[in-house]
């Protein structure tokens, strides 16, 4: 397996682009399954995790074309041959589940692995389970697998979500495209990546207001046609790329990045003392003074502090001037890049779902284990930073959600290499 090696080496100068969202990308794609007219993506990422999507719409019978070097997918579903989604495919990334609504309402059947994807918490169906049966799905679980099936097909209804799942909205929106009827989602996520899905159904035809709030409502229409469609810009990356000068000094200009994208991560990345200012091309970052201050950061649904950058943030934090409490409130075993950090000189101590984080005056290279893929880049970005070498083992998951990391960090100084396995 590859390893990265990380040389800490002062300020980073220069511009990163930020690709298109792995998180958009992945709900988008099942899109295909709800028509038998061409759905084309621009604006991909170039990463493992949409390979696999691929494969397993490719599974059940879709064409899946990569243009453009992987930035254009084409996507058409016209001869689906199979409703099931194997376990094979689906324990390598839980947003397989994602095939769950579009394959139940354009088949009427759809069988379905419990995912796997990153060891971060238990990770359960429920929320999707509880919904779709609210449309009138009958659903059950049976050798790992969730078996569903809407004989009379799936016909509008009015649901609250016991949480803001992402995922579980995103199937609810997908499959309520098709119901009969009309569906309003209560509680519904409000994940840009939502809006992003709700504006490529809406080009397909489907009839939906409300992305973006709490209550998403859904006219069911008979059919939904083609569309082009650019994905959205990737709030994650662009907010691990804004933390690389919050930690290493410099200033860099992140091209596409976008406010509105990244929520309450702005106010807390002024209150520890980073600067952020719109360009015509995206956003520019820099640190107001050498050190920056701790801050108290919780987890959140959007518009609140994202999960996927708790563990970037923690990096961050561990040279900051005083303690910083960390909570992460929406998957309950995100810290396990605490201990590696800690191997790197890191004070952190951490409670069940709160981490307290000392900082102290510099991090030190060491060998490290990536655990999960948002902890892989706080590695990373902890090691720029770091006196010496860092060498970050175990990589893989970084791939899945990072393209061309070690380009895009050299590019604005940083000293960073990828080392192949033998
Ligand atoms: C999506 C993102 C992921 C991000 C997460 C939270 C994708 C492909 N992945 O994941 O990067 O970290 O949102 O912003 O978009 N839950 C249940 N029952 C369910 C579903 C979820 O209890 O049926 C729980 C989960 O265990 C977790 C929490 O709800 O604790 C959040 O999960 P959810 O919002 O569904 O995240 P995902 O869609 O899996």
């Not at 090696?5 to 099942?30: D, E």
């Amino acid at each position: 397996m590859d390893s990265i090696l990380v040389t800490g080496n002062g300020p980073l100068h220069g511009q990163i682009p930020i690709a298109g969202a792995k998180n958009a990308c992945l709900a988008l794609m099942p899109v295909t399954l709800l028509s038998d007219e061409p759905l084309t993506l621009t604006n991909a990422p170039r990463l493992s995790d949409i390979k696999t999507m691929t494969m397993l719409l490719q599974s059940v019978g879709a064409e899946v074309t990569e243009m453009q070097d992987g930035k254009v997918i084409a996507l058409t579903s016209h001869g689906l041959n199979s409703h099931t989604a194997d376990y094979e495919i689906v324990r390598k990334m839980r947003a397989s589940n994602l095939v769950l609504g579009p394959l139940l309402a354009r088949m009427g059947k759809a069988v379905v692995s419990l995912p796997g994807g990153c060891a971060i918490g238990a990770r359960p169906m429920d929320l999707h389970v509880e919904a779709l049966e609210a449309l009138g799905a009958q659903i059950e679980l049976k050798d790992g697998y969730l078996h569903a099936e809407a004989p009379g097909g799936l016909k509008g209804a009015v649901h609250e979500m016991r949480f803001a799942s992402v995922g579980a909205t995103e199937n609810v929106v997908m499959a309520a495209t098709l119901a009969k009827g009309t569906t309003v989602l209560k509680n519904a996520a409000r994940e840009p990546e939502i809006v992003d899905l709700v504006h490529c159904l809406r080009k397909m035809g489907a009839q939906i207001e409300g992305e973006g709030t709490s209550t998403i409502t859904i006219e069911g229409v008979d059919r939904l046609h083609g569309a082009t469609h650019q994905v959205v810009t990737d709030r994650i990356e662009l907010g691990t790329y804004m933390l690389a000068p919050a930690i290493c000094g410099g200033e860099v200009e992140l091209l596409g990045g976008r406010l509105d994208l990244v929520g309450t991560f702005c106010e807390k990345l002024d209150a520890a003392g980073i600067d952020v200012q719109e360009t015509p091309n995206g956003l520019k970052v820099s640190r107001r003074n050498d050190r920056v201050r701790a801050v108290d950061v919780t987890t959140e649904p959007f518009p609140g502090f994202p999960t996927d950058l708790q563990a970037q943030m923690m990096a961050l934090l561990a040279t900051a001037d005083g303690v910083s409490v960390l909570e992460e409130k929406i998957f309950e075993n995100r810290f396990m890049h605490a201990p590696e950090l800690t191997r790197m000189g890191a004070n952190i101590d951490v409670h069940g779902g709160t981490a307290t984080v000392t900082g102290v005056e510099r991090l030190k290279g060491a060998p490290v284990m990536a655990t999960d893929l948002r902890a892989s880049v706080s590695l990373i970005l902890a090691g720029l930073a770091a006196e010496g070498e860092t060498i970050v083992n175990r990589v893989y998951h970084l791939d899945r959600g990072y393209e061309h990391v070690e380009e895009k960090l050299q590019a604005v100084g940083a000293k960073i290499e990828r080392i192949k396995s033998q």
